[in-house]
C-alpha cells in the first residue's frame, strides 16, 4: 500500500492583495509555517481516523478528490497555520492534497501542476480570486506574480476567464518580518466579493485598486535596491489604500500603528477583515513586545523557505523525497515524527 506525505507552507504579502485579482502585480513570501497530509487508498474516507462520510470534509478537499477519480482516501492531517488569518491556509491545504493526491498516482512531483490544480480547488471553493497564495504555497521562496523578471525566473502562467498570471521568482536582500494576529477569523470570499462590487460600482475605488498596482511596482523596484526605507513606507501606504477600500479593521490599524515606532512600515497582509498584519522591522522584539501590548499574537517569521515537498513510501518502509530542490526540504514532517 502506497502512502504519501506533503508539506506546503504559509505566506504573507509584501505588497499587492486584492489588486491581484485584476492582473495588477503581487510579492508575497513563502514562510516557516507549514501544512501537512499523509494520504493513502483507503475503503472510505477518512481525516485522522474519523470517517467523513459524503466526503464530508472541506470543499478543497472534494475538488481534488473529484478530480482525481473520487477513490476514497484516508488522510491524515496537521498544521501550523492559524485559518482565516491572511496567512493562505486554505492554499496550503490545496497544495498539499494536490501534490500528495498527483504522488499517489505515480506521479513525479510537478509543482506548475500542482500549483494550477490547487488555485482550480480554491477558485471552487472560495469564487473570483487570484493564484496568489496557491502559488506562492507550491513555489517557496518569493514569489512574485504580473511582475517584470528574467526569462529564468519566470515559474508558471495561469489563466482563469479573461485574467492571465505571469508567475515569477524574486531573490530577496535580507529583512526580518513580524506578523501580529488579531486573532479575528475572516473568510476571504465575502472580501474579495466586498471590493469587486465596490470596484465595479465605483470609479474612485477602481483608481485605488490601480495605485495599488503602482504601488507593488514601485517596492519591487525598492527591494531590487535593497531600500528598506522605501520598502517599509510603500507597505504602510499600501495599509492605507487597503483601508480606504474597507478592508481593514480597528484591531489591525491598531497593531498596524503599535508595531510602524520600531518599524520600516507596516500593514495588513492577505483579506483583511481580522487577520495578520506584518512589519518590516530590524527590532524584531520591540515590535513583538508591542503587538502583545496591544492585544495581538505576535510571529517573528522565517523567510526563505521551501515550496510544496512530497515522498512516498511502502507503508512500513523508508521513505522517497520526490521534493528536492534548490528549495527543497532535508527531511520532512512525517520523517520527524
Ligand atoms: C488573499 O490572501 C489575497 C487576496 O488578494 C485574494 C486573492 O488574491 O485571491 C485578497
Redesign the pocket.
Known amino acids: 500500500m502506497i502512502e504519501a506525505t506533503a508539506s506546503a507552507p504559509s505566506?504573507f504579502?509584501i505588497l499587492?492583495?486584492?489588486?491581484?485579482?485584476y492582473g495588477e502585480p503581487?510579492l508575497t513570501l513563502a514562510i516557516d509555517l507549514r501544512f501537512r497530509v499523509r494520504l493513502r487508498y483507503s475503503d472510505a474516507f477518512r481525516v485522522n481516523g474519523q470517517t467523513a462520510s459524503n466526503r464530508n470534509t472541506s470543499p478543497h478537499m472534494r475538488y481534488l478528490y473529484d478530480l482525481h477519480g473520487g477513490k476514497p482516501v484516508s488522510a491524515y492531517v496537521e498544521s501550523d497555520i492559524p485559518s482565516g488569518s491572511?496567512?493562505?491556509s486554505s492554499?496550503a491545504l490545496s497544495v498539499a492534497f494536490a501534490a500528495a493526491l498527483q504522488a499517489l498516482e505515480g506521479q513525479p512531483l510537478d509543482r506548475a501542476a500542482v500549483a494550477k490544480d490547487a488555485y482550480e480547488a480554491?477558485y471552487y471553493a472560495?469564487g473570483?480570486?487570484?493564484?496568489?497564495?496557491t502559488s506562492t504555497s507550491a513555489a517557496g521562496g518569493g514569489v512574485a506574480l504580473n511582475m517584470p523578471h528574467r526569462k529564468e525566473d519566470l515559474l508558471w502562467t495561469i489563466s482563469k476567464e479573461d485574467r492571465t498570471w505571469e508567475v515569477s521568482r524574486f531573490d530577496t536582500p535580507p529583512m526580518t518580518f513580524v506578523l501580529g494576529n488579531t486573532g479575528i477569523r475572516a473568510a476571504?470570499g465575502p472580501?474579495?466579493d466586498k471590493?469587486r462590487r465596490y470596484r465595479e460600482s465605483n470609479s474612485f475605488a477602481a483608481g485605488i485598486v490601480d495605485e495599488i498596482g503602482d504601488v507593488t511596482r514601485d517596492g519591487l523596484r525598492a527591494l531590487r535596491a535593497g531600500d528598506l526605507d522605501e520598502l517599509g513606507a510603500l507597505m504602510t501606504y499600501d495599509h492605507k489604500l487597503l483601508s480606504i477600500l474597507g478592508?481593514s479593521c480597528p484591531e489591525l490599524n491598531s497593531l498596524v500603528d503599535a508595531a510602524l515606532p520600531y518599524s520600516y512600515g507596516a500593514k495588513l497582509?492577505?483579506?483583511?477583515g481580522g487577520g495578520c498584519m506584518v512589519a518590516l522591522t530590524d527590532r524584531p522584539q520591540q515590535v513583538a513586545k508591542a503587538i502583545l501590548a496591544h492585544g495581538g499574537t505576535p510571529y517573528i517569521v522565517h523567510t526563505g523557505v521551501p515550496g510544496v515537498t512530497v515522498s512516498t513510501r511502502e507503508a512500513g518502509q523508508k521513505q522517497r523525497h520526490r521534493g528536492r530542490g534548490h528549495h527543497g526540504e532535508k527531511k520532512n514532517a512525517d520523517n520527524r515524527r
Open positions: 505566506k504579502v499587492g492583495e486584492h489588486a491581484v485579482v503581487s491572511g496567512l493562505g492554499a480554491e472560495q473570483r480570486g487570484s493564484p496568489m497564495d476571504t472580501l474579495v471590493v478592508v497582509t492577505g483579506s483583511g
